[in-house]
């Protein structure tokens, strides 16, 4: 009975929370509840960190180097296709980089932005093959605690985001996001390829100097909020989330910097790998 009385009240909490969700993105995959995308995203982690590990174990691994590079190349041109929707959607068209609040208009820019929200929370959920590439090519100990919970929190965290603020300040990280992936996945592209693609990645060390950067202006941008006298973004909530998630990551990136470039130490391997794909993948 007081199962039944608690179950109910959730109910009607989660009734009265969804009041506020944005119309617009009503009919868009997955957006109906958050329940598919709590499927998806455990069947993932018990894939990655069970199942998976298991049904490899007495197989040999599978090399998948052209399948790995046409992923990699994929998620590049998606990114950079992302990067411009964004810009068009705001970022280059209006936004001010300070309190840019969600603009719940159907104008064609305001609809551009939803669409835009969506197809980068949906390619949260493609990003998770990079995990499933590193089980069935046997790389376990590349699955790491933190790489899990990066794939696990991103598309978690963002159906809300989408759910109810698809635009404005909070998409910010999203933009520079993608930017990186672009060349991220450029790097693993070419990995993939072959030795005879690794002359052209001398840049390489440069790739933990532009992941920190990237959580640098996340966090600094989104710390804005917090100094604004009357900023009237409509969620506040979520740029705790993103900050907290920034500077979460900025703090590992910069404990790996130190140890790697400063003590001239490398980190132990499962944090480094949870930091940082290693040139194989």
């Given at each position: 009975?007081?199962?039944?009385?608690?179950?109910?009240?959730?109910?009607?909490?989660y009734?009265?929370?969804?009041?506020d969700?944005?119309?617009?993105?009503?009919g868009?995959?997955?957006?109906?509840?958050?329940?598919?995308?709590?499927?998806?995203?455990?069947?993932?982690?018990?894939?990655v960190?069970s199942?998976g590990?298991?049904?490899?174990?007495?197989?040999?691994?599978f090399?998948?180097?052209q399948?790995?590079?046409?992923?990699?190349?994929?998620?590049?041109?998606?990114?950079?296709?992302?990067t411009?929707?964004?810009?068009?959607?705001?970022w280059?068209?209006?936004?001010s980089?300070?309190?840019d609040?969600?603009?719940?208009?159907?104008?064609?820019t305001?609809?551009?932005?939803?669409?835009?929200?969506w197809?980068?929370?949906?390619?949260?959920f493609?990003?998770?093959?990079?995990?499933?590439?590193f089980?069935?090519?046997?790389?376990?100990?590349?699955?790491?605690?933190?790489?899990?919970?990066?794939?696990?929190i991103?598309?978690?965290?963002w159906?809300?985001?989408?759910?109810?603020?698809?635009?404005?300040?909070?998409?910010?990280?999203?933009?520079?996001?993608?930017?990186?992936?672009?060349?991220m996945y450029?790097?693993?592209g070419?990995?993939?390829?072959?030795?005879?693609?690794?002359?052209y990645?001398?840049?390489?060390?440069?790739?933990?100097?532009?992941?920190?950067v990237?959580?640098?202006?996340i966090?600094?941008?989104?710390?804005?909020i917090?100094?604004?006298d009357?900023?009237?973004y409509q969620?506040?909530?979520?740029?705790f989330?993103?900050?907290?998630?920034?500077?979460?990551f900025?703090i590992?990136?910069?404990?790996?910097w130190?140890?790697a470039?400063?003590?001239?130490?490398?980190?132990?391997k499962?944090?480094?790998?949870?930091?940082?794909?290693?040139?194989?993948?």
């Amino acid at each position: 009975m007081a199962f039944s009385n608690l179950t109910s009240k959730a109910a009607l909490i989660y009734g009265e929370w969804m009041k506020d969700a944005d119309p617009r993105v009503e009919g868009l995959p997955l957006m109906s509840s958050p329940v598919p995308q709590a499927v998806i995203i455990g069947a993932y982690i018990y894939f990655v960190t069970s199942l998976g590990p298991k049904l490899m174990e007495n197989r040999k691994p599978f090399e998948l180097r052209q399948t790995m590079a046409f992923y990699n190349f994929a998620v590049v041109a998606l990114s950079l296709y992302m990067t411009y929707e964004f810009l068009m959607s705001g970022w280059a068209t209006g936004y001010s980089f300070r309190c840019d609040i969600v603009d719940y208009s159907r104008s064609p820019t305001a609809l551009r932005m939803v669409q835009t929200c969506w197809l980068y929370y949906f390619s949260k959920f493609i990003e998770l093959l990079d995990t499933v590439f590193f089980v069935l090519r046997k790389k376990n100990s590349q699955v790491s605690f933190l790489h899990v919970l990066h794939h696990s929190i991103m598309p978690w965290t963002w159906w809300f985001g989408v759910k109810f603020a698809p635009g404005g300040l909070g998409t910010f990280h999203a933009l520079v996001n993608c930017i990186v992936h672009v060349i991220m996945y450029t790097y693993y592209g070419l990995c993939a390829l072959g030795p005879a693609y690794y002359k052209y990645l001398w840049w390489k060390k440069y790739m933990t100097s532009i992941q920190l950067v990237q959580f640098i202006i996340i966090t600094v941008h989104i710390g804005q909020i917090y100094f604004m006298d009357d900023c009237q973004y409509q969620f506040p909530v979520f740029m705790f989330i993103i900050w907290a998630y920034g500077f979460m990551f900025l703090i590992l990136f910069l404990h790996f910097w130190y140890h790697a470039y400063t003590k001239g130490k490398r980190l132990p391997k499962a944090l480094k790998n949870g930091i940082n794909k290693s040139k194989d993948q």
